[in-house]
């Protein structure tokens, strides 16, 4: 089990940002990394990606961001990990790190796409050599044995197998049923790998982060029934709702509300009483169905939803903040969309800065507990609040 006990844990895309300064304020005469993540979150061995990075306050220069990568990095579920390679990322870059868009208020959007190596799986130690019997020895307690799996036993054979069914075309994938197309997600979780990339900018300030990754056959097998992917939570809207009197919780079905105004270009003004209470809907795409592998190898528990994540950072005057509390999700799956609802709480009315805009940044991401190496989707989008 040693193989698997290194590998078993989330590695997924986690911003692991080192800043001296405080992560949730915003300090402008810096340059700051805001955000990384990738344009799609599955991938497999040979894809190109793309990296969105986001960055505030000082201008970034791209040719002095520093990139590094390990394609063979391993975590346990103590949290400890190790890295096995450490190399400039170079050699895989096919389109180097450029600027996409840039706002008035400093906000910077930047890309870069790079290859995944095709040998990433093969040479990777997460998977044995003897991947089955290592398989067996964590599938004993869930009841199920190699017979059940008309799969090669060794990895190259396995990999060799998972690369001729990615070449399938559509209407046979299709046509697979789905006990055995959950079996293969399941497989696919159980043998995912992760690789780490490094960021590095010495430039006004400074900074450096890390950001882990999963790879896996999930995106080579789409269309397949049993086989689920994810995808990113796009947040798609927002809308803000003024509720008389002090409510701690809001449901725009159910709670009666003075007035809704849909934000436009993700930038709106509150005109502030201390007898009303001030919420922000934020409408995301609809969420992705996932398989636990509880509920691959034993039929327990049917398919799920993932569950969506917020975090807020401001960029806002040094003496005001302002709170931006998540309730519960509500989810309307018949309109395909999801949505966070967050309570503003201003403070004490005496203390509020009026007429100035307040820049917060809203990064969302998804996931869901019980599966193995599920790579994770975020989305970020920056929010201009004023306060009348």
């Known amino acids: 089990m040693k193989y698997i006990i290194a590998l078993i844990g989330a590695l997924a895309l986690t911003s692991c940002n080192e800043f001296d300064r405080y992560y ?18 599955e991938m497999a061995p040979g894809d190109t990606v793309t990296l ?31 890295t096995l390679d450490s190399q400039s990322l170079d050699k895989w870059i096919v389109e180097p790190m450029h600027l996409v868009s840039a706002t008035s208020d400093s906000l910077q959007q930047f890309e870069m796409k790079f290859v995944i190596p095709d040998s990433i799986m093969r040479k990777s130690p997460g998977i044995p050599e003897n991947w089955m019997d290592e398989f067996e020895k964590y599938g004993q307690s869930l009841n199920i044995s190699s017979e059940e799996f008309a799969i090669p ?27 055995l197309g959950k079996q293969l997600d399941g497989v696919c979780q159980f043998l995912s790998v992760g690789f780490k ?37 796009v947040q798609t809207g927002a809308k803000l709702y003024v509720v008389s009197g002090d409510v701690s919780f809001f449901d725009p079905e159910t709670t009666p509300f003075i007035t809704s105004t849909v934000v436009d270009k993700n930038a709106f003004s509150v005109t502030y009483a201390d007898n009303q209470s001030y919420f922000l809907e934020v409408t995301l795409d609809g969420r992705d ?3 636990s592998t509880e509920s691959i190898f034993t039929g327990k528990i049917g398919s799920g939803r993932e569950e969506y994540t917020s975090y807020w950072m401001y960029e806002t005057f040094a003496f005001q903040t302002m709170g931006l509390r998540q309730q519960e ?32 940044y809203l990064e969302s991401s998804d996931r869901k507990l019980g599966t193995s190496y599920r790579p994770e989707g ?10 009348l």
């Open 24 to 41: 949730d304020k915003i300090d402008g005469e810096f340059a700051r990394a805001v955000s990384f993540y990738y344009e799609t979150p």
């Open 52 to 82: 969105r990075s986001f960055f505030t306050g000082k201008s970034v220069n791209a040719a002095n961001v520093k990139w590094g990568v390990s394609w063979q990095f391993l975590q346990n579920v103590y949290g400890e990990n190790k």
């Open 153 to 179: 036993q060794d990895k190259q054979g396995l990999l060799n197998m998972f690369d001729s069914i990615s070449l399938l075309p559509p209407s046979i994938k299709a046509e697979v049923p789905y006990d």
């Open 197 to 233: 990339i490094y960021c590095d900018y010495q430039a006004d300030g400074g900074f450096s982060g890390e950001l882990l990754h999963t790879v896996r056959y999930h995106s080579k097998f789409k269309g397949i029934p049993g086989v689920y992917t994810n995808n990113r939570p």
């Open 289 to 291: 169905s996932v398989l």
């Open 329 to 360: 999700d509500n989810s309307d799956e018949k309109a395909g969309k999801t949505r966070m609802i967050f309570k503003m709480e201003f403070g004490e009315s005496g203390e509020i800065v009026r007429g100035k805009p307040m820049k917060y």
């Open 378 to 387: 975020k989305d970020l989008q920056m929010y201009t609040i004023t306060v």
